[in-house]
């Protein structure tokens, strides 16, 4: 019990990327996986077929060394495509330099892969099929059932829950003595569907863009895989007029979609069937704390932090918790290490950043479904460009540094606001960028603090 050993619940993205992390630094590692072995069974890798993978993300694994064999997973993605009904579609760059791109990835595949190279550091072994029903901090216990069967008990010395937004292990440590407990279930839902290849295998929308049909208060979007398909993402919400609720049988499915999606419509895979067929999945946002429980438990990722996904940043968000361990946490040493300390140490830095980007997220959504079909939504990001380009380093759009750069979410969430406020004193009184003077704006900046 001397030496700190690793036990982590749920081996999905964060939970397989912490076990290389913790292995690299000399500590053994298990990971107990409610699902079977994906890459051995054909099962789904949960939730949304593929991801979004962006800056925050990719810096972990860069400093793993990983980059180099993810990057042939990766499709880039350079903006988004905005499908507006009866008019021809019209790219929206993300931002204004080559690099500012986000990548589609697989998540079975990224989850693969990391559970894999975990494996060949010799010192994490994943148990599947291995079930958490509850955690015991006074005899250090795990219950699981194995295979749906049979309930098994097993010590553990740290506990770190990669267990998902509902997570036993946030549950065990809230039981503790919560101080915040919030879970905001999103009134609006997901549903995916397909765009096949075409005959040549070909993807049949542009490859490198994030494909948007903004409805207002729904919309569907679409993102490349590498096979030349593409997943579709309806979000709606779950009850009214246009809802889950209301919209069920073949009839009802073909009528929404002639209506709203009438230039997708006939691109769409099984329409109704995969509508019928396929799950619809429920959002939610949670926001807890304590994140830890004395030296024994922590919990990183959705379990600690679940956001609606509008932002593309559940992941990468989950990543850049993985970052912050793999900064803080030691190597493997025979000296005593006081565990609580790095457990707050990491709570600290990372609950604000993710109370930020779930408040990002949520209000992304409004923007994905209904503000980029707005002339103020694409004056204020004329704007923004041009301001970036004269004052690079007093202003980027609040997008680029959620999406590109580092800074802290908190950071990238307050300066935010002054952006917006900026800008909506901008749109006031000018409606093109070529109206705009630059010492004018350098004193709008002066004035905001920027
Ligand atoms: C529709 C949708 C689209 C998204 N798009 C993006 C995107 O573009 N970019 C992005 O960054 N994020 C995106 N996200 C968010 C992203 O999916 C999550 O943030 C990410 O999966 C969190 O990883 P995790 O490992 O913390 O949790 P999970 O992926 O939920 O993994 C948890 C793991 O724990 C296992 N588990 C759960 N309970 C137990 C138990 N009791 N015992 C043992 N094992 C257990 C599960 O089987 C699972 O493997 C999206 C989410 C949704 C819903």
Partial sequence: MNTPHFTLVGGGLVGSLLSIIL????????????R??????????????????AN???????????????????????????HLDGQPSTLQAYGQSEQDVI????RAQLNSFLMTKAEQTGRVNFHFEHRVTAIDFDQNILTMTHQNQQATIV?????????????????????????????????????????????NGEHKLEKHA??????????LIALP??????????????????????????????????????????????????????????????????????????????AAHAIVPFHGQGMNCGFEDCDTIAQLVPELTT?????????????????????????????????????????????????SFKIQEWFPERFTPRYAMVMFEHIPYSQAFELGKKHQALLSELTDCYSCSSQLDKSMIDQLLRKYDL
């Fill in 210 to 219: 994030l494909h948007i049909w903004p409805r207002g208060e729904f919309m």
């Fill in 103 to 106: 990548y589609s990835i697989s």
């Fill in 335 to 383: 000296e005593p290490t006081d565990w609580q300390q790095y457990f707050k140490a990491i709570t600290a830095a990372r609950k604000v950043n993710a109370d930020a980007i779930a408040n990002m997220a949520l209000e992304n959504y409004v923007e994905m479904r209904d503000s980029v079909r707005q002339h103020e939504f694409l004056l204020k990001k004329q704007f």
């Fill in 36 to 53: 079977a072995d994906m890459r051995k069974v054909d099962i789904s890798a949960g939730r949304s077929i593929n991801l979004a993978l």
């Fill in 225 to 302: 895989n590498l096979d030349g398909s593409f997943t579709v993402t309806l979000f709606m919400p779950n009850h009214g007029v246009t809802s889950f609720d209301s919209i069920k049988t073949d009839e009802e499915i073909n009528n929404f979609f002639a209506h709203h999606f009438i230039d997708i419509q006939p691109l769409l895979d099984d329409l109704t069937d995969r509508y019928q067929q396929n799950p619809t999945g429920r959002l939610a946002t949670i926001k807890c704390a304590p994140w830890h429980y004395n030296d024994q438990a922590l919990i990183v990722g959705d």
């Fill in 23 to 34: 292995a690299r630094k000399g500590y053994q590692v298990d990971v107990y996986e409610s």
């Fill in 56 to 82: 925050r993300g990719i810096k972990p694994l860069q400093d793993l060394g990983l980059m180099d064999e993810i990057n042939q997973l990766l499709i880039p993605m350079r903006g988004r495509m905005i």
């Fill in 155 to 199: 010590d553990f010395n740290k506990v770190i829950g990669t267990d998902g937004a509902n997570s036993p292990v946030r549950t065990a440590i809230l039981n503790k003595g919560s101080t915040e407990n919030e879970e905001a279930v999103l009134d609006h839902s997901y549903k995916e569907l397909t765009i096949l290849p075409d005959n």
